[in-house]
């Protein structure tokens, strides 16, 4: 019913920028909070950044000052602008939406498929 497709990753050096972009589409009534997850090897998913509809964020302490979350309500977009990478910001990076695609369902989340962000020393 509902499909988040990401975009944006890539290899970058330590220093470097990217921008990642997550679009949210298929039967939507209203998207509530959107945000960023990532997982590294052998680690566990962590919240990185997220957004409210109303455009209230907050993010990771790793990230703060260094990336920044906005989204476009008329596109159901969500991205992320990461500047400052690390090496230890390599991970496989989710989208995640909260969603109600009636205005009589509740909302439940959906998550993208991932994209692969690599930061080289």
């Known amino acids: 019913q509902v499909q988040l497709v990401e975009s944006g990753g890539g290899l970058v050096q330590a220093g470097g920028s990217l921008r990642l972009s997550c679009a949210a589409s298929?039967?939507?009534?209203?998207?509530?909070?959107m945000g960023w997850y990532r997982q590294a090897p052998g680690k566990q998913r962590e919240l990185v950044a997220a957004?409210?509809?109303?455009?209230?964020?907050n993010s990771a302490d790793s990230v703060k000052g260094r990336f920044t979350i906005s989204r476009d309500n008329a596109k159901n977009t969500v991205y992320l602008q990461m500047n400052s990478l690390k090496p230890e910001d390599t991970a496989v990076y989710y989208c995640?939406?909260?969603?109600?695609?009636?205005?009589?369902?509740?909302?439940?989340?959906?998550w993208g498929q991932g994209t692969q962000v690599t930061v080289s020393s």
């Open positions: 995640n939406a909260g969603v109600r695609v009636t205005i009589v369902m509740t909302e439940k989340d959906y």
């Open positions: 957004i409210t509809s109303g455009g209230s964020t």
């Open positions: 298929g039967r939507i009534f209203r998207i509530n909070t």
